[in-house]
Structures are given as structure tokens and as C-alpha cells.
């Protein structure tokens, strides 16, 4: 029989972390994070990553768990997550995947063997040649086609990761023949109005600054450099940038501001193109945990 997990998806800003907590109490569940920043260490306020008091006790997995040093691809997170939905469903626990970042949900939920995908010599040299003659965004505008969210951990200037990312899109990791659900899986996405969401990105920006942003990425960049994975994320790149002196802070601030929303509305793309989702449109936190509670206990009650 397949392990029961519960997938709690949204857009940036739609409240995930604080919902999931909640229904882990209700559900005795355990919560593993599906974000490809919150994976690093001492990268906190700009991945908005969460307190240990905001945790309320509830075991929290896939955050701080390499250093900004280290890659961690997707099917690293698959194999991450796998293993923790093992032993929390050992300990009669339900696992609650709460993401992010869309590739992780989507090789997690249909077992995409992305790690594993075997070099395309001629593929290969055709991307690259496209990447020469079209440049790194129209690569990089394939690779978000094909991966939703994808495209957003890689530098468009950074020829070979970018290449091998949409050589993998294109083979391993489409949906094959084999690619199914994996678990007994019920998924709820947060989708807030637009408009709403947007506001709330605005001022988690403006009070990720207050809570020091800039201070943070200046400790980054002495403690590991420039060249780490995660400073090429949104908030941090930008971060880099004004500390560079290549643009002022309110342009920074603004620039953080709108490429988040731009994600955002990516997320969303992504989640209305999945197949049995129950979406939330609410706002309300009280209504939104009603909501999925109603939904999911009849599903937490089947094959039992």
C-alpha cells in the first residue's frame, strides 16, 4: 500500500508555512519542506525561512540541511524526501510536503528520475549551439516551459548549467511512460487573489529588509564568496547587486518586489497545470484550515 502524503502548495506569500504547521497538530503530521533556498544554511530571512518558535514543535525536515557550498539538485531533494516519508509514516505519522519550488513537488509526486538522466552527446551540442546563436534567456525561457520554476536557481549566463538543466527537461526529465503518482497523495494549493498576494509579497520584502537583509547577504558573501548556489536567488542576487553599487537601494528593493511577483505568478501557472489539486481561494486562515481539514479527512480515512 502507498504511504499517505498531503502536499501543501501556493504561491510565495500564501501563508504555506503557517497553514501547514497547523495542520500537522490537527493531523499528527510532520512537515518536509519543499524550497531549493531553504535547503542551505545560514541563508534565513531572504528565503523567508522559518523560526524554530514558528515550528510550534512540529518537526520540520529539508531545512538547513547542506551548506551554500554544495548544489543540491532535484534528485537530490527526491531522495531526501522519500527517506523522510519512510520514517515519519514509520512513526504512524502523516508527511506533509510544503513547497515551493515546483520541479521538487512535481519529480517527487510522479518519481521522475532527473538525477540519473544519461548524457545526450548530440542533444547536448545542439543546445549548446542554440545557446550561442539565441543566448542563455531563450534557453532559459524553454527550460520554465517545460520545468516551471526550474529556470530560476540558474545564472542564464552560466552556459553548462543551463544546458544541462533543459537537456535533462527534455529527456529524463519529462513525463515518461513510467512516470505515475507515487504516493496515496492529496494536494491542496493556496491561491489567494492576485492582487492580495501581491501585497503581501510587497511588505514581506520590505520587512525581510527591516529584518536585515542587507546585513545578512554582507555575511554571506564574506563567510563563502560570491560564486554559491543560493546567492543566485531571488532577493539575494539583487541583494549582491546593491551592495556591488551597480544599483541603488530602492532599486533593489523594487527589483526584489517584482521579480518575486513574477515567480509568484509563475507558481501559479504551474499549480493550475496539475491535475487533481483542490485549490484554496480563501484568504482567512480559520477558513482556509476548514476547508482542507473537511477535504482531507475522508481521504485520511480511506484503505485504512
Not at 505519522?93 to 515546483?102: D, K, N, R, S
Not at 543551463?162 to 497523495?185: C, P
Not at 548556489?229 to 547587486?241: D, F, H, S, V
Not at 528593493?253 to 501559479?268: G, M, S
Amino acid at each position: 500500500m502507498k504511504e499517505k502524503v498531503l502536499f501543501l502548495l501556493g504561491m510565495t506569500g500564501s501563508g504555506k508555512s503557517d497553514v501547514a504547521v497547523e495542520l500537522a497538530k490537527v493531523f499528527h503530521g510532520e512537515i518536509i519542506s519543499a524550497d531549493s533556498v531553504q535547503v542551505y544554511r545560514d541563508f534565513n530571512i531572504g528565503s523567508a525561512k522559518i523560526t524554530e518558535a514558528e515550528t510550534k514543535g512540529i518537526p520540520h525536515f529539508g531545512i538547513d540541511i547542506v551548506s551554500p557550498n554544495e548544489e543540491f539538485n532535484t534528485h537530490e531533494f527526491v531522495e531526501f524526501a522519500k527517506q523522510k516519508i519512510q520514517e515519519i509514516t514509520s512513526r504512524k505519522h502523516l508527511p506533509i510536503v510544503v513547497g515551493g519550488t515546483a520541479l521538487f513537488v512535481k519529480a517527487l509526486l510522479l518519481g521522475y528520475n532527473l538525477g540519473d538522466t544519461k548524457p545526450n552527446p548530440e542533444l547536448r551540442r545542439q543546445l549548446e549551439q542554440e545557446y550561442d546563436e539565441k543566448g542563455g534567456d531563450e534557453l532559459a525561457k524553454r527550460l520554465e516551459t517545460l520545468c516551471p520554476g526550474a529556470a530560476d536557481k540558474i545564472d542564464v549566463n552560466n552556459k553548462t548549467r543551463l544546458v544541462r538543466a533543459l537537456e535533462i527537461a527534455l529527456s529524463g526529465g519529462q513525463k515518461t511512460a513510467k512516470a505515475q503518482k507515487q504516493y496515496d497523495s492529496i494536494i491542496f494549493a493556496l491561491t489567494p487573489d492576485r492582487q492580495l498576494a501581491y501585497e503581501r509579497i510587497n511588505k514581506r520584502v520590505d520587512k525581510m529588509l527591516a529584518n536585515g537583509l542587507i546585513e545578512e547577504v554582507k555575511n554571506l558573501l564574506e563567510k563563502y564568496g560570491r560564486d554559491v548556489p543560493p546567492l543566485r536567488a531571488i532577493g539575494y542576487k539583487e541583494t549582491c547587486q546593491y551592495l556591488d553599487g551597480e544599483i541603488d537601494k530602492q532599486t533593489m528593493t523594487e527589483k526584489i518586489k517584482q521579480h518575486t511577483r513574477n515567480y509568484a505568478k509563475r507558481q501559479l501557472t504551474f499549480l493550475r497545470g496539475m491535475e487533481g489539486v483542490h485549490y484554496v481561494t480563501n484568504s482567512d486562515k480559520k477558513e482556509i484550515l476548514s476547508q482542507i481539514i473537511k477535504e482531507a479527512k475522508p481521504w485520511l480515512s480511506a484503505n485504512k
